[in-house]
């Protein structure tokens, strides 16, 4: 009780009092305490229904509902129960019982004075809570209506014993539209509205249930619809009949969810004035994607999280420079709001300063090859060219140039036409050959100069199911952030030795997030290998966000917001709807949007929008966005919408000089394109992003493009690409358009190409793509355009147009070739095309070589054969008929002495060879090099020498640079001298930087460090550059010696102790890379190199023996790895190797009985051991062969097995084979201490151990343990330890025994042989009982004793 003075805006004071005392309340206390009566009386006497009153009464009636129900004010309506409990009487829900309060912080609530008892009874019928919340519902009703009426018109008690049947669709709208001040007897649009309505009079909306004029008087006075509409649904009487109608309240839960609406949004539910009510706008909010913004954000976080090196995922990871890749992948169907939910994140990133590069794939046009890739830094550029600040373009051109070489910046200028403004460069001066490696080292390079700690990157790249081969690698590089290179299983090595430990000095700040379709990727799709690939990579960070169609509640919500109607009222419409569409986004906005442009759903001045359920039950279901797309189309101006069909021919995007170029496609009846990329753009069909106009979603572009007709269709790409050639060619641009013409070109196709002038064009142009194609190099494109063209040409091609014919078959024959994915019968067919009509063996030359590397896959002498046969063609035949062993010992000595003294300044004094014909012959002769290698052939070194010879007489060329290395080798494996051959080995990689370094990786990384640096330089610190070799032939395509450094990569990295389980991950990458099949047999089985079955099966299949597990069970194998490895798995080694002996493959052989030496010696299968090792000796030792092979491990476990029998046996033979064993190591050891003096000294421990000087042979032990762990030899540490085990415990010294047993067990793990560390465990279990072990102290120290080595050097010099 008191009185309350409320003061109005004006400053005006009105008491009133309650209960008969009063007192004042200044206006600086803390809130204002009112009985509602007065409140309400207050606004009628200053004659004010203000926006802020209306908004001030609905939080008054919210406030009242969450006191009827008993719920928190601050909760929303949704986590309301459905079983509601009233507690607040009826008859104490009237305006004289409420109080209201306002803060001084201006928020408004309101209360019962007397709630009337509990209404609660555990006894109630369904019938009296219905009849109980039916009266609530009427009695909160009639306060609403007094608080918003403010004391005007009749009382509700009229209305109810009314009978008036006023007919309401004239005067209450007519009533209505005055309000909006227009006048419907004289304006004729007002009329038409009348009109328009009265023919709609089955639409939805509660003024058609207001038969008593309720909502009739309360729009006369001026009180927004909406709320006419909240107080009409909240009448009735206790049985609910008073105003009834479908869209009634039934529960609070109802009430309070629209009042929220109304608080959260009150321009649009409750004073209906929001600025895009009269147009049906969806706008920028997302429904429905709260959870998977949050996931984006927090990815978001943790890039932006990144200190220096260092991601903190884990805390017990933190401070070791562990740093993860943070990738984003969103999947769902077509419309499902993938491309929305990447830009809205963006938007919310670019806010916090990040930097956004985007790039969309096209379904429709395919490209220049990376230009996808490059529009997204395009795009990116573009923001720093025009900018008026000169010091900003000064910053970032000084950021570019002080992190990218100059010719670097250059390349890349070609791809990124900005960059050239930013660089200030007028044409870009790029080298005639560039490659996909040296392609994805610029781009990797240049997104990690970009990104900072203060600007992170997010790479944004959408529809990734329609990328390209070549733009999938990159994208997976990038990912991976191996600007440094292409294979997913390539990862730099650190410094030498530390074979496992990541070197990466990448401190880029981005997040990449891809978009695809899930539909369209199954199994066999090339992006499933990519997020197979991805997801086990344990340094990228894949976080998958899927997303499915709308649920039920999430598109009501949407439609609520969209069309600003209560979510209860609008959900007929969204069920109908629902039924209609698949619940993807898109479809459900077209579908919305279809229905208004049928004037099923359209909006009244008066009432907002309103639908006919009736048609839209009947109106036809679509089966997909397209077809709605479609019936949007007939209603386009017909000029607007042949210049946006138009745009559709080129694809998704396009960029506007394009246009400008075919501005003109029809003469004087060319239309307007850029007036109806305007008139797009207002429509939102269409996007403008820098130089790129966009359709706004593919699927308009496809209705587009579908809406031609096929005839018209064929007519309009020949006007488009007429016009393009003619106005590109004027201004000397064609290349820059080159793959947009060929695009329209192949789209035409040659059967609808009848001119024979423009077919022969149009196959210059696509040798002209295929060409291009082949520098970058994408060999898979390069091949489709070589075989587009071919089809343009005619049947006497060969006759009439010979050279063209020529140049389309080879780039046809070497993409193929070259293409991992490659055509294996189209390959032969082209192959025997050339060799059939080539004029001349100079034109059939290429092919040839091609050939002759594609026989070699399954036929050495075969490929042999040819090659000498090709030397004859070229009238340089090699006289093999007297060449012996002594002829080729001989020739090496005098090339030997003759090149002795300065070799670089002998080899680089020769001038460049001007002969084509010999250079073809040094071309040759490198292929014989590589095949007599894998015969072990005494012919190799006279090859080589003859290689030698023309380099001196003729000058050099490339090939010489593969010969030079190629003598560094011979002089290594068949003279034996490693100094001499390593320094012409030096040579060679010096020569390198005269040609093309990227394409001579290939050659010469695998002979150096395969065949010479390995016996100098530390074994560890040669995988990096046979990797790189790997890498380096795949990206050029160099199919042969992609196979050689294939085979001394695996080898190497077995025997250097590279971790099992990693090792076992890169064979299988490597098997997918070498995996495509070579022609199929007459049975139609595929036919595969034999680097599968015997080159990688082999060496895989024993790795799973060592680590333990069924090989197609291993815990990293999927349905994608599945092929084509594991079809060898099982295939017999017997068998190997006897196709070895009887193939004389001496490579094959070597390499085979190696890994089956070590396996059977590490699971102690000693009699299998030695039958591999003498088998070895026959054809390795005894043998007299001139090309020996990197002998170091067999050496290694020759002498370990040997020693081992000699103890066993006692036989002499097998003590002096193990001690040559151990001579030919301490020969080697004075070449590299690093990777020989472990070796030794555990050879050394075996041999005295066999001598029975045991005092000895434990130091020696203990010595090749510390040596072996201190120079990362992980195997050999463990067998080391081992031996050391199984000598001490015939000592009988059980506690030193135990101790190295366990250190073995250790090794091993670490090393990822888990069987054989178990091996080892359960023969500790069988020589030391229990009792014996708790005898042993529960510490040892590992600390090894230091030895004095002296006695090892005197033995070695007198040796």
């Known amino acids: 009780s008191g009185t309350t003075a409320m003061v109005s805006n004006s400053g005006q004071s009105v008491s009133s009092s309650i209960g008969g005392t009063s007192h004042a309340i ?78 001084s912080e201006g928020q408004i609530s309101a209360d019962f004075v007397d709630r009337g008892g509990s209404t609660v009874s555990l006894h109630e019928s369904e019938s009296e809570t219905k009849k109980k919340k039916n009266l609530a519902l009427n009695a909160l009703g009639k306060i609403a209506y007094q608080m918003i009426m403010l004391g005007e018109g009749p009382s509700v008690t009229q209305f109810c014993s009314s009978t008036s049947t006023t007919p309401q669709n004239e005067t209450s709208v007519s009533n209505a539209l005055q309000i909006h001040e227009f006048s419907p007897k004289t304006d004729t649009i007002a009329n038409s509205i009348i009109d328009m309505l009265r023919k709609n009079q089955r639409m939805t909306t509660s003024e058609e249930k207001d038969k008593r004029g309720l ?16 107080v009409s649904d909240l009448l009735k009487d206790e049985h609910g009949t008073m105003f009834q109608s479908d869209h009634s309240f039934s529960s609070f839960k109802d009430v309070l969810s629209d009042l929220e609406q109304m608080m959260d949004n009150p321009e649009g539910f409750l004073h209906a004035s929001s600025p895009d009510r009269w147009k049906l706008s969806f706008g920028n909010k997302l429904y429905g994607r709260e959870n998977d913004m949050k996931v984006f954000i927090d990815v978001a976080e943790r890039v932006h999280s990144i200190r220096g090196d260092v991601v903190v995922v884990d805390d017990n990871l933190k401070g070791k420079g562990i740093r993860n890749r943070e990738v984003i992948m969103i999947s769902g169907h077509s419309g499902a709001g993938k491309s929305r939910l990447a830009r809205s994140g963006g938007a919310i990133l670019e806010h916090v300063g990040w930097r956004t590069l985007r790039c969309k794939f096209d379904r429709v046009v395919h490209p220049e090859p990376l230009s996808i890739i490059a529009h997204a830094f395009d795009e990116y550029f573009i923001s720093f060219a025009f900018d008026a600040d000169a010091r900003r373009i000064h910053a970032i051109r000084e950021l570019l140039k002080r992190n990218i070489t100059s010719s670097g910046l250059e390349i890349l200028a070609k791809y990124i036409q900005s960059l050239r403004l930013i660089l200030g460069l007028s044409f870009p001066m790029v080298p005639i050959e560039v490659s996909e490696a040296m392609m994805t080292s610029l781009f990797g390079k240049l997104l990690q100069t970009l990104s900072s700690k203060t600007t992170p990157i997010l790479f944004a790249i959408d529809d990734l199911q329609w990328a390209d081969p070549l733009s999938v690698r990159l994208i997976t590089s990038l990912i991976k952030g191996a600007g440094t290179g292409l294979l997913s299983w390539y990862q730099s090595s650190a410094k030498q030795g530390q074979t496992n430990q990541d070197s990466s000095d990448d401190d880029s700040h981005i997040m990449f997030v891809g978009s695809y379709r899930d539909n369209e990727v199954d199994n066999d799709h090339a992006l499933a290998s990519v997020l197979s690939l991805l997801g086990r990579d344990k340094k990228v960070n894949v976080t998958n966000i899927s997303l499915s169609r709308f649920t039920l509640d999430t598109m009501n919500f949407m439609l609520s917001e969209t069309l600003c109607i209560p979510i209860r009222r609008v959900r007929p419409l969204s069920e109908l709807v629902m039924q209609k569409t698949d619940g993807q986004p898109l479809h459900i906005i077209e579908f919305i949007q279809a229905l208004t442009m049928h004037n099923l ?17 009947i109106f036809p279901m679509t089966d997909s966005v397209a077809e709605l797309f479609a019936y949007k189309l007939r209603s386009l101006p017909h000029k607007s919408l042949l210049g946006l069909q138009i745009l559709s021919c080129f694809g998704s995007q396009i960029d506007q000089h394009v246009v400008s170029y075919v501005a003109t496609y029809d003469g004087e009846k060319s239309i307007d394109i850029q007036a109806a990329i305007k008139f797009g753009l207002g429509k939102g069909f269409v996007e403008r992003a820098g130089r790129l106009v966009s359709f706004s979603h593919d699927m308009i572009q496809k209705a587009m493009l579908d809406s031609i007709q096929g005839d018209d269709l064929i007519l309009l790409l020949r006007k488009l690409t007429t016009s393009l050639i003619e106005n590109a060619s004027a201004v000397g641009d064609l290349d820059s358009v080159l793959f947009v013409v060929v695009d329209l070109i192949n789209r035409i196709g040659n059967d609808d190409t009848t001119c024979p002038v423009q077919r022969i064009q149009f196959a210059n142009l696509n040798l002209s793509a295929g060409i291009k194609a082949i520098t970058v190099p994408d060999f898979l494109a390069a091949a489709k355009y070589a075989e587009c063209g071919i089809a343009f040409l005619n049947d006497d091609s060969w006759q009439t147009q010979y050279d063209l014919s020529l140049e389309l078959y080879h780039a046809t024959i070497l993409s193929n070739f070259s293409s991992q994915k490659g055509n294996r019968d189209q390959l032969q ?52 008929d007297s060449v012996n062993l002594q002829v080729v010992g001989m020739e090496l000595m005098t090339l030997k002495k003759q090149f002795s003294g300065v070799k670089e300044k002998i080899f680089l004094s020769t001038n460049r060879m001007t002969d084509y014909n010999k250079e073809r012959v040094m071309k040759v002769m490198s292929s014989l090099v590589v095949f007599y290698h894998q015969l072990q052939s005494y012919l190799l070194p006279h090859v080589v020498c003859q290689m030698m010879k023309m380099t001196m007489t003729y000058g050099h060329c490339e090939p010489s640079v593969f010969g030079v290395a190629s003598f560094a080798g011979v002089l290594v494996n068949v003279l034996g001298d490693i100094d001499e051959g390593s320094a012409w080995g030096r040579v060679a990689l010096s020569a390198m930087s005269i040609y093309d ?32 070799g790997i890498r380096a032939s795949f990206a050029t395509g160099n199919v042969q010696f992609a196979f050689v450094n294939t085979v001394f990569y695996v080898g190497r990295s077995i025997f250097s102790g590279k971790n099992i389980r990693v090792l076992m991950r890169e064979i299988k990458a490597l098997a997918r890379q070498h995996g495509n099949n070579f022609g199929r047999t007459s049975s139609g089985e595929p036919v595969y190199s034999p680097l599968l079955q015997c080159f990688l099966a082999p060496p895989y299949k024993i790795l799973c023996d060592l680590k333990g597990g069924d090989v197609t069970s291993d815990e990293e194998t999927s349905s994608y790895d599945s092929s084509p490895l594991y079809q060898f798995i099982s295939s017999s080694i017997g068998d190997i190797i006897k196709t070895a002996i009887r193939t004389k493959q001496g490579g094959l052989l070597f390499g085979t009985l190696g890994f089956q030496v070590m396996k059977s010696f590490m699971l102690r299968e000693m009699d299998t051991a030695l039958k591999f090792t003498d088998l070895y000796m026959e054809h390795f030792e005894t043998k ?33 084979r193990g001690e040559n064993a151990l001579l030919k190591m301490k020969t080697w050891s004075r070449h590299s201490d690093w990777n020989y003096k472990n070796k030794v000294l555990l050879v050394e421990a075996e041999f005295y151990n066999t001598q029975k000087e045991f005092d000895k042979a434990a130091n020696y032990y203990e010595a090749a343990i510390k040596s072996a762990h201190e120079h990362k030899f992980n195997p050999e540490e463990a067998i080391a330890n081992e031996l050391a085990g199984m000598f001490f415990h015939q000592r009988e010294e059980y506690l030193k025994s135990h101790s190295f047993f366990k250190q073995s067990i250790a090794a091993y793990k670490k090393w990822g042989a888990t069987a054989v560390a178990k091996r080892v465990k359960d023969s500790m279990s069988a020589k030391f009982s229990s009792d014996m072990i708790k005898t042993f102290p529960t510490e040892n120290s590992n600390a090894l004793p230091t030895i004095d080595l002296n006695e090892s050097k005197k033995r070695q010099c007198d040796d």
């Open 26 to 103: 200044e206006d600086e206390e803390l809130s204002l305490e009112v009985s509602l009566n007065h409140w309400i009386s207050f606004h009628t006497a200053l004659h004010e229904r203000t926006k802020n009153y209306l908004e001030e009464s609905v939080d008054v009636l919210h406030s009242l509902v969450c006191k009827i129900i008993g719920r928190s004010e601050k909760s929303k309506s949704n986590s309301t129960r459905d079983d509601e409990i009233i507690l607040i009487q009826e008859k104490s829900i009237t305006a004289a019982n409420v109080v209201v309060t306002k803060t």
């Open 215 to 230: 909502i009739t008087v309360m729009l006369d006075s001026q009180v927004p619809f909406p709320l006419c509409r909240f």
């Open 601 to 617: 759903l359209v909006h009244s001045f008066s009432q907002g929008w309103q639908w006919d359920a009736d048609s839209i039950d």
């Open 829 to 880: 067919a082209r192959i025997d095309a050339v060799f059939k009509h080539g004029k001349n063996f100079t034109d059939k030359f290429r092919t040839h070589c091609v050939w002759v590397k594609l026989l070699a896959i399954t036929d050495i002498p075969k490929a042999i054969s040819e090659s000498l046969k090709a030397l004859e063609r070229l009238e340089e035949p090699l006289d093999l």
């Open 997 to 1028: 370094k990227e394409a001579l990786v290939p050659f010469i990384y695998g002979p150096l460090y395969g065949m010479v640096f390995v016996w100098k330089e530390p074994f560890q610190s040669q995988l990096d550059p046979l990797a790189e």
């Open 1184 to 1216: 007299q062969t001139p090309m020996k092979y990197t002998s170091i491990w067999h050496t290694l476990y020759e002498a370990l097995i040997t020693l081992h029998f000699a103890r066993q046996t006692g036989e002499e033979h097998y003590h002096k």
